[in-house]
């Protein structure tokens, strides 16, 4: 089995990353490209 392994450098507080990861409206916005109904809840 190949596996894959993708890397980014962000340059931002990690709090700055999280909130963008993690908060319902920006979420919607980063999963659309590969899960277009995702949602995230809590």
Do not use: G
């Not at 190949?2 to 931002?12: C, Q, R, T």
């Not at 990353?17 to 908060?23: G, I, Q």
């Amino acid at each position: 089995m190949n596996k894959l392994h993708f890397s980014i450098i962000i340059h931002s507080q990690k709090e700055n990353v999280w909130k963008a990861m993690l908060d319902p409206e920006t979420y919607k916005l980063w999963t659309n490209t590969f899960a277009e109904d995702s949602c995230l809840k809590r």
